[in-house]
């Protein structure tokens, strides 16, 4: 190896190339590329941490969401036991008429619509 080097420092010197610019060229790369390493790894750790905070933001979002369709569905369990109860209550007025009476009256309401007939009555759906 240090045949090969005199060879080429003197092949350098003979074409007026000066090895210490070589050599600082070299160092400069070096550092250079070091340099990269440094930035990109900073600008990598800003970008995770950023996206750190953005998940966890996303999540707790996601919790809030999941939180308001839990206490929706306690809720609409409370309306639908509370309207079944008043339905019973109804239909026990409505079982004192008798059954003929009742479907009379729904066939000739145009306010009502037969069960049996499949269509389904609610707000803005009117028959």
Same mark, same amino acid.
């Given at each position: 190896m240090p045949v090969r080097k005199q060879i080429v420092e003197a092949a350098m010197k003979a074409f007026g190339v000066p090895?210490?610019?070589?050599? *600082?060229t070299g160092v400069?790369?070096?550092q250079a590329l070091e340099g990269y390493i440094r930035t990109s790894a900073a600008d990598t750790?800003?970008?995770l941490a950023e996206s750190r905070a953005r998940i966890d %933001?996303? *999540?707790q979002e996601i919790r809030d969401v999941r939180a308001v369709m839990d206490q929706r569905t306690k809720e609409q369990?409370?309306?639908?036991?509370?309207?079944?109860a008043k339905k019973v209550d109804v239909?026990?007025?409505?079982?004192?008429? @008798?059954?003929e009476a009742v479907a009379r009256v729904v066939r000739e309401?145009?306010?009502? %619509?037969?069960?049996?007939? @499949? *269509?389904?009555?609610?707000p803005g759906n009117r028959t």
């Open positions: 090895l210490d610019k070589i050599i *600082e400069e790369q070096i750790d800003k970008l %933001h996303l *999540e369990a409370s309306i639908a036991a509370a309207c079944n239909q026990r007025v409505l079982e004192f008429f @008798g059954q309401s145009p306010k009502l %619509h037969d069960p049996s007939s @499949g *269509e389904v009555s609610g």
